[in-house]
């Protein structure tokens, strides 16, 4: 009896102990929400023709938010002032203020893309689009293609598609001054996009990468594409579209009398020939230097002897590039001088083709080779082959160099001399070279047509250029002394053989050169080498 009452007393026990436990425990809330809200009704309808109200209302069953509304919002055609769209907290009701006189027998479209939310677990209602038509149907055509960067591997920036109808008042100048008739984005990341709720026409066809939303292009700072011929619709073709920045038009900009010797010319587009030839009077003995600016457009302009500012406050020059002229004035100021400065603009590591450079900031005239010391870490002395590039007023000293050597390099009194007899103070600088062990080395091979000649080029992931081949004819390329990195590989057609890659022009509906990317990024390991085959299409 007593063995049975004990038993009776520990399920007693059990039972309670499970009881608490499941106490102690917290509900779970159940299963998350993923459904996207639901439309309950639309005022006035979607698709609605003979639209004559200036409010929408989109009621949904539960309560939503907006998010990223303006990055997501396309309105085609665009208006001319912004819509008032709510809420701006939370509401069941999606409300849209139009503010502008919309054009007769015109279907527009409104799309939210994924800016639509319910306001609990931020799950979108994905690419809602209100259409309605101020005519007596809604247009329904549609236009698709594809959009890519000229030069880079993927598109930096998001760009929109614009087509413009042609009318008998359109002319090119539209895409600088007015808005698209229809626009429209790329929805996700396969660059493809789409024009829905089209009518029949004419219309030219532009993709814009913006850096200020406007829907028109600016030169200065936006990327443009376009199909140079006029696009009809209805059309069954995909339109491919090739975005780019174009090489601005050459043009001289304002000079400065920068210090007691130095003048500054900027200027804009290609200013390789660009050359300043004095029109004021000036002294018999007056010499000059020109110096182009790598890193700016920018033509500095050396003289002796100095103005005398109280004497001549205005100088005159005449700008000529090829047979253009243009007329400089340039306000004298009593400016001290410049002394001369030497600097370095080489890397603390140098490959065994990299020859070490300096930089003036004054025109270098006359270097003594006699004053340089080349000394490697085992005290061997080196004499170097030195060069001068005038044009960019840089030196340089070529030798051949060890690996896993360290290097100093110094310039005694006098090494170098300056277009005004300055001479350099003693200078010094240090840098190696590291084992060849630590490079990799790339083999390439070209199979398939290709239109030669080619720029072949071996570019970053900032597609920063490493190395660089010109081919006239199908031939094995070696790229060596890679640091190991990952790498794109691309090829340019250089059809007009000048070495670069040429962008395009607008108004000369003029397509930049064609770049063709190697379909993978390529990693290049220390002490390896690589062998790729980059088969080109047809």
């Given amino acids: 009896m007593k063995i049975r009452l004990y038993h009776l007393l520990a399920v007693l026990a059990m039972i309670l102990a499970f009881s608490n436990c499941a106490k102690r425990g917290s509900p779970d809330g159940g299963p998350r929400d993923s459904i996207a809200p639901v439309i309950l009704k639309t005022s006035p309808e979607n698709y609605t023709i003979y639209f004559d109200t200036d409010e929408i209302r989109v009621t949904f069953d539960e309560f939503i938010r907006l998010e990223d509304l303006q990055q997501n919002l396309i309105i085609s055609p665009p208006l001319e002032y912004q819509p008032e769209i709510s809420p701006f907290n939370t509401s069941k009701t999606l409300k849209v203020k139009i503010n502008d006189t919309l054009k007769e027998n015109t279907t527009y479209s409104i799309n939210f893309g994924q800016s639509i939310v319910d306001n609990n677990e931020g799950n979108p209602y994905l690419y809602y689009k209100y259409v309605f038509s101020t005519g007596s149907y809604i247009d329904s055509l549609t236009l698709s293609g594809t959009v890519r960067d000229a030069l880079l591997?993927?598109?930096?920036?998001?760009?929109?598609?614009?087509?413009?109808?042609?009318?008998?008042?359109?002319?090119?100048?539209?895409?600088?001054?007015?808005?698209?008739?229809?626009?429209?984005?790329?929805?996700?990341?396969?660059?493809?996009?789409?024009?829905?709720?089209?009518?029949?026409?004419?219309?030219?066809?532009?993709?814009?990468?913006?850096?200020?939303?406007?829907?028109?292009?600016?030169?200065?700072?936006?990327?443009?594409?376009?199909?140079?011929?006029?696009?009809?619709?209805?059309?069954?073709?995909?339109?491919?579209?090739?975005?780019?920045?174009?090489?601005?038009?050459?043009?001289?900009?304002?000079?400065?009398?920068?210090?007691?010797?130095?003048?500054?010319?900027?200027?804009?587009?290609?200013?390789?020939?660009?050359?300043?030839?004095?029109?004021?009077?000036?002294?018999?003995?007056?010499?000059?230097?020109?110096?182009?600016?790598?890193?700016?457009?920018?033509?500095?302009?050396?003289?002796?002897?100095?103005?005398?500012?109280?004497?001549?406050?205005?100088?005159?020059?005449?700008?000529?590039?090829?047979?253009?002229?243009?007329?400089?004035?340039?306000?004298?100021?009593?400016?001290?001088?410049?002394?001369?400065?030497?600097?370095?603009?080489?890397?603390?590591?140098?490959?065994?083709?990299?020859?070490?450079?300096?930089?003036?900031?004054?025109?270098i005239v006359d270097l003594n080779p006699d004053l340089m010391e080349i000394m490697a870490q085992d005290s061997t002395m080196i004499v170097p082959e030195v060069t001068l590039n005038e044009e960019f007023n840089e030196a340089s000293l070529v030798f051949d160099k060890a690996d896993e050597t360290a290097y100093r390099?110094?310039?005694?009194?006098?090494?170098?001399?300056?277009?005004?007899?300055?001479?350099?103070?003693?200078?010094?600088?240090?840098?190696?070279?590291?084992?060849?062990?630590?490079?990799?080395?790339?083999d390439l091979n070209l199979v398939g047509q290709a239109n030669y000649p080619l720029v072949v080029q071996l570019v970053d992931e900032s597609y920063r250029v490493v190395r660089e081949a010109r081919l006239q004819s199908q031939e094995p390329i070696n790229f060596d002394y890679i640091l190991p990195a990952k790498y794109y590989i691309r090829l340019i057609e250089d059809s007009n053989d000048n070495g670069r890659w040429d962008s395009g022009n607008f108004l000369k509906r003029l397509l930049p050169e064609k770049v063709i990317y190697y379909p993978e990024l390529i990693e290049v390991r220390a002490n390896w080498s690589l062998n790729e085959t980059f088969i080109l299409g047809d």
């Avoid at 990299?354 to 003036?360: G, P, T």
């Fill in 409 to 442: 390099v110094r310039f005694y009194p006098g090494a170098i001399t300056d277009f005004y007899g300055e001479t350099n103070d003693t200078l010094q600088y240090n840098f190696r070279t590291i084992a060849l062990s630590d490079y990799g080395t790339l």
């Fill in 153 to 363: 591997s993927e598109l930096a920036a998001q760009p929109t598609l614009m087509l413009y109808e042609v009318t008998e008042e359109f002319t090119d100048s539209v895409v600088y001054l007015e808005k698209p008739t229809y626009i429209t984005t790329l929805r996700d990341t396969t660059n493809l996009f789409e024009f829905t709720n089209l009518k029949e026409g004419r219309y030219l066809l532009v993709a814009l990468q913006e850096e200020q939303s406007n829907y028109t292009f600016q030169p200065d700072t936006d990327k443009i594409g376009f199909i140079p011929q006029m696009v009809n619709v209805p059309s069954d073709s995909l339109f491919d579209l090739v975005l780019f920045k174009e090489e601005l038009d050459y043009e001289v900009g304002r000079a400065r009398h920068v210090s007691k010797y130095h003048l500054q010319l900027g200027f804009q587009g290609d200013g390789s020939d660009l050359y300043l030839e004095p029109m004021s009077e000036l002294p018999d003995d007056f010499e000059f230097k020109r110096i182009r600016n790598r890193e700016y457009d920018t033509i500095q302009y050396w003289f002796k002897p100095a103005i005398d500012v109280e004497q001549q406050d205005t100088l005159y020059f005449m700008a000529r590039k090829g047979e253009r002229s243009d007329s400089i004035i340039v306000r004298t100021r009593d400016l001290y001088a410049d002394s001369l400065v030497v600097n370095s603009i080489s890397n603390r590591t140098l490959i065994p083709r990299d020859s070490f450079k300096i930089r003036a900031n004054t025109p």
